[in-house]
Structure formats: C-alpha cells, structure tokens
Nanobody, 119 residues
C-alpha cells in the first residue's frame, strides 16, 4: 500500500511563509507527476502546482511568483514552498502522485494538511 505523509502545515500571518513536504513510501513502480492541490471550505479541490519527473512545473495563476514546487526523486518527496501567503490561501492542502507500474497508471493522495493564513 502506497503511503503519502504530508507535513508542514499550520497557522501563519499574512505575508508569512510555510513549506509543505510530502514523502512517498512503499511504492512499487515509478512516480510520474507529483502535485499539490487545495480545498477551501465550500469550494472544489483545485490544482495549486505540479511537477513532472523531469522537473517541468505548472502553477495556478493565483500562486505564480509566490509558491515554488520542487521534488527530490531520490527521496520520493515533493515540496511546496509558500511565500507571501494571503488569507485566500487558507485551505487543506493535499499532495498527489501519479504512479506508473508496468502497464498500470494510477494516482495516490495524501491525507491533507491544514494551512491557515490569518492575523
């Protein structure tokens, strides 16, 4: 069973920074894309940022210039550095990995970590 363990969420003031981590273990096969999603109360889950296995990144417009996604392929870990946080960034953040195992392609989600931006 694939495990995704997230960490780094918390309460921060507007303008502050947080760094989220998502460590993947017990995975067979290889990881293609890794990404971070978020879901605020009453809203749909949205993609925040993604990174391919060759380092190509994609960001939602609202976080461009403030958030940076990166990954350590040797450690099967994906990070999200969040700077200049705004109250509208408040949400539960989930990591997701897309796996390839032979002919099988599937995706796995973390349990979510709360990020609250408030003064």
């Amino acid at each position: 069973q694939v495990q995704l363990v997230e960490s780094g969420g918390g309460l921060v003031q507007p303008g502050g920074s947080l760094r989220l981590s998502c460590a993947v273990s017990r995975i067979l096969g290889s990881i293609d894309a890794m990404g971070w999603y978020r879901q605020a109360p009453g809203k749909q889950r949205e993609l925040v940022a993604s990174i391919t296995n060759i380092g190509r990144t994609n960001y939602v417009d609202s976080v461009k210039g403030r958030f940076t996604i990166s990954r350590d392929n040797g450690e099967n870990t994906v990070y999200l550095q969040m700077n200049s946080l705004k109250p509208e960034d408040t949400a539960v953040y989930y990591c997701r990995v897309d796996r390839r195992w032979g002919l099988l392609k599937d995706m796995w989600w973390g349990q979510g970590t709360q990020v609250t931006v408030s003064s």
